[in-house]
């Protein structure tokens, strides 16, 4: 039980390195990507170290406990038993005694071990020995909860760590190599064998398998893959051999993405947390000052000096703050290894707790609240028969991955040369230099613009126009279907009281109306990503706004609102770049999940500290009375931070 421990938010106990105060407003991509592989080997040695440590613990516990034991009950002198305790207390306190001493020398002397070196040196000076020696031990107890608490909520966010491969295997030609997995480049054939986990992103160039991706979604179910699917770095191959082409390296994979995502977390701190480190400060100082006030005024003014300082040592024991101080930051890492479990990774405590408050909810139409794959309706051409019209669009079309271009290019079913300049025209459409004459595909505002007279296609659906820079040649009208899981979720959200559910939309107002009759919802249509963002606006003076996208055109309004939350993020860098809560799956059902574990977590958080100031306080008024004797002391620190500990645990699990 460290005082840096809740500093660094178990950054230095933990992970044997610092972090900078500057790097929660900082990430390089040096720091995102250069440092994984070093903390990854780190974790594999400190996680067998950790387990090591442990056993040590319980074997120093038992053998002291028994010697204390002992000594206790043998009829000797008592000056005889004073040495005799003087062993127990060695092998049980000569760590604390230690880190304690050294701490004094660097001048940090308000930490626990301080605390309680003196409080059971004072013990020994004052007579009371057996106490001396159960202080040591009670708060050694302690330490080995608290240690078997952080490895239990560590496994469930550093099995995250298991995702990256040492080795892969790389088909070159006829052959087959064995390469550094780090060493693949974009374009490498990979095999992949049964029980293999993925090295890097890529497509299966051949081959048919089940995939399991549990670890980056939460999701247990395999899902079939096979030519032409993309894959991702940690998925695990279930059944048949994948050949592979790799679509990012190592660094780039959505392993990698993953586990900068898990570093960031670790550095940003909740409000609780930070109140409670600026607590300690002041705390620890003013309890001592009290403690030694309390021995030397009554020693001075009423005598019996030993049952003064005696209660000065007792007010020392209750008053180290090590249920606060531990408790908190593990329950909220407790709260972030249980939602990641589930696929949802969360970028720190901070906000993991604004989760916790959003009373307003904002979702993004397309890929959000539906599924983003859209199917022609019709194709209604002028001028030009139907099959060009697609192959036009298609081409104009060729390099954007907006869900509309993916389904216009998926219709067309044929490979596409690139034959001239191409422009991305946000929230209007696209523009295209084909042998020297513009096109347009995109929506009827974009041809308004361009000065282009068309006629309003007044089909329900999604419309694209396509012309050129004289006339429109037709329109392709898709449409889109909801999600599975939308509704379930969004009944979830308001049985949560989440007041207000908003869609904001570029698509059409009979589209938005639509979507919002069935899903009762409120839509504001045809916007502009500008017009979301002023949309966006209003809403965040009314309450704490979350926006829920896909992260393909959203990464303005997930950074400008209380919180982003990025929909089924896999693979995409804008998501995972600009959200706060990143939903690896393309589930909103997740949502829900994540927001009663974010309440369940403060509820742990105000809980600890309110049962720990109350049964501190209790016990040192008790002790200065001369009520409360050493054990309720050590109950009232160790006792107090070990029920602490065992009831921020629970933020680890949530039906």
């Not at 030694?292 to 007792?314: P, Q």
């Not at 209380?562 to 860098?573: F, S, Y």
């Amino acid at each position: 039980m460290k005082f840096d421990y809740m500093n660094d938010y178990m950054g230095d106990k933990y992970h044997h390195h610092d972090h900078d105060e500057h790097h929660e407003h900082h990430h390089s991509h040096e720091h995102e990507h250069g440092g994984h592989e070093h903390g990854h080997e780190h974790g594999h040695e400190h996680g067998e170290g950790e387990e090591g440590e442990i056993k040590k613990t319980i074997i120093k516990i038992v053998i002291s406990a028994l010697l204390l034991v002992g000594i206790y009950f043998v009829p000797l002198d008592e000056t005889v038993k004073m040495f005799l305790y003087l062993v127990p207390y060695a092998i049980c306190g000569y760590e604390t005694v230690w880190l304690a001493i050294t701490g004094l020398l660097r001048g940090g002397f308000m930490d626990e071990t301080f605390l309680m070196t003196i409080a059971s040196a004072g013990a020994f000076i004052v007579g009371q020995y057996p106490e001396a020696v159960f202080v040591m031990l009670f708060y050694q107890v302690g330490e080995l909860f608290e240690d078997i608490a952080v490895d239990k909520s560590r496994d469930s966010i550093t099995d995250l760590m298991d995702l990256k491969v040492e080795h892969a295997h790389l088909i070159k030609g006829e052959e087959e190599l064995e390469i550094e997995a780090e060493d693949i480049k974009v374009g490498d054939l990979i095999l992949v064998k049964p029980g293999e986990k993925i090295p890097v992103d890529g497509n299966v160039e051949k081959g048919e398998s089940s995939v399991n991706a549990m670890a980056l979604t939460g999701e247990s179910l395999p899902k079939a893959v096979s030519q032409g699917d993309v894959v991702y770095s940690g998925s695990i191959n279930m059944d048949g051999n994948l050949y592979i082409k790799a679509t990012s390296t190592m660094d780039e994979s959505t392993a990698v993405k993953i586990l900068g995502l898990v570093e960031e977390a670790e550095e940003r701190k909740a409000k609780a947390e930070n109140f409670i480190t600026r607590f300690a400060r002041v705390y620890t100082p003013i309890v001592v000052a009290l403690a030694v006030l309390l021995a030397v005024v009554g020693s001075l003014f009423i005598g019996d000096a030993n049952t003064w300082i005696y209660r000065g040592l007792l007010f020392l024991v209750v008053s180290c703050p090590c249920a606060l101080v531990i408790s908190i930051p593990l329950a909220f890492f407790a709260g972030l290894g249980g939602v990641s479990r589930k696929g949802v990774l969360i970028k720190g405590s901070n906000y993991l707790e604004v989760l916790g408050k959003v009373d307003t909810m904002v979702f993004d139409k397309t890929g959000t609240l539906t599924e983003g794959k859209f199917s022609i309706k019709s194709i209604n051409p002028i001028g030009i028969s139907a099959d060009q019209l697609l192959a036009l669009a298609a081409n104009i079309e060729v390099d954007s991955n907006h869900p509309l271009a993916l389904s216009i290019k998926e219709a067309y079913g044929k490979e596409i040369q690139r034959r001239g300049e191409l422009k991305d025209l946000p929230g209007l459409g696209v523009e295209a230099t084909i042998e020297g004459e513009k096109y347009y595909a995109g929506r009827g505002k974009l041809l308004e613009e361009k000065g282009i007279e068309y006629d309003k296609n007044e089909d329900s659906g999604t419309t694209i126009y396509v012309a050129n820079s004289q006339f429109c040649l037709g329109s392709i009208v898709l449409s889109d279907t909801i999600k599975e899981d939308t509704k379930s979720a969004l009944a979830s959200l308001r049985k949560l009281g989440i007041k207000k559910l908003v869609c904001l939309t570029g698509d059409k107002k009979e589209v938005g109306d639509e979507i919002g009759k069935e899903l009762g919802l409120e839509v504001k249509s045809e916007l502009m990503p500008q017009d979301k963002l002023s949309e966006l606006e209003k809403l965040l003076n009314k309450g704490t706004v979350a926006y829920v996208g896909d992260g393909i055109n959203d990464a303005p309004v997930l950074a400008r609102t209380d919180l982003g939350i990025a929909m089924g993020a896999m693979g995409q860098d804008a998501a995972i770049e600009a959200a706060d809560v990143v939903l690896m799956e393309d589930k909103l059902s997740k949502l829900p999940f994540a927001i009663r574990l974010s309440r369940k977590t403060k509820r742990i958080v105000w809980g600890n500290i309110v049962f720990s100031i109350l049964v501190k306080l209790a016990v040192m008024v008790l002790g200065a009375l001369g009520i409360a004797n050493m054990w309720m002391a050590v109950f009232a620190d160790v006792g107090v931070c070990v029920i602490a500990v065992a009831n921020s645990m629970r933020a680890l699990r949530c039906k």
